[in-house]
């Protein structure tokens, strides 16, 4: 790749080749395979620790510091992309690190989400800061949504659709 660094740093990879958004340079807020869900299909594999309970995992200004280094170095990417090895709208934090990231580039910022928590206000207003938010459904039923993505407890498909038309009504991105 032309002398890119693909391996995996800290809490910033990449850049990787994304067939939506071009080369991406991503960030990873969440420790690995903390999820609202335990998708069969995952590629990071099961889930090892499901909840719906938003915290502070990590500490931003040191996720921030990496990734302006990687900037630093000249790292060229289109877009920097929120998500990673578990849900990124479980950190508490996502709309500050959202702001940081806009101080220091203006590289458009993207957040992979699995879409569960999009119910909830605060995490609508923190996806609401990102040029692009990318959730998912893969399911068009209940039945086939506890199969297929086998949900935390308190997560249901009519929440995740419910919470994905309100933050289609309110997202201008």
């Known amino acids: 790749m032309g002398g890119k660094r693909l391996e995996r740093t ?9 067939r939506r958004l071009g080369l991406s340079l991503g960030v990873d807020i969440v420790p690995p395979k903390i999820c609202t869900l335990d998708c069969i299909y995952c590629q990071i594999g099961r889930t090892t620790q499901k909840s719906t309970e938003r915290r502070d995992f990590l500490d ?24 990673g090895s578990g849900e990124p709208t479980l ?3 996502l709309g500050e690190l959202i702001d940081g990231i806009r101080e220091m580039t203006r590289i458009p910022i993207a957040v992979l989400t699995n879409g ?58």
Do not use: M
């Not at 931003?60 to 998500?83: F, H, N, S």
């Not at 928590?117 to 039945?143: E, M, N």
């Open 91 to 93: 950190n508490s934090r």
């Open 116 to 173: 569960t928590l999009l119910y909830r206000p605060d995490v609508r207003a923190d996806c609401a800061k990102a040029d692009v938010v990318l959730p998912s459904l893969d399911a068009g039923d209940a039945t086939v949504f506890n199969k297929v993505n086998r949900p935390a407890p308190d997560i249901s498909i009519e929440k995740l659709v419910g919470g994905l038309r309100q933050f289609r009504e309110e997202y201008s991105g």
């Open 60 to 83: 931003i200004a040191l996720v921030l510091a990496e990734l302006r280094d990687r900037l630093a170095e000249g790292v060229v990417a289109d877009y920097i992309t929120i998500g």
């Open 10 to 18: 800290g809490y910033v990879y990449g850049p990787v080749p994304s």
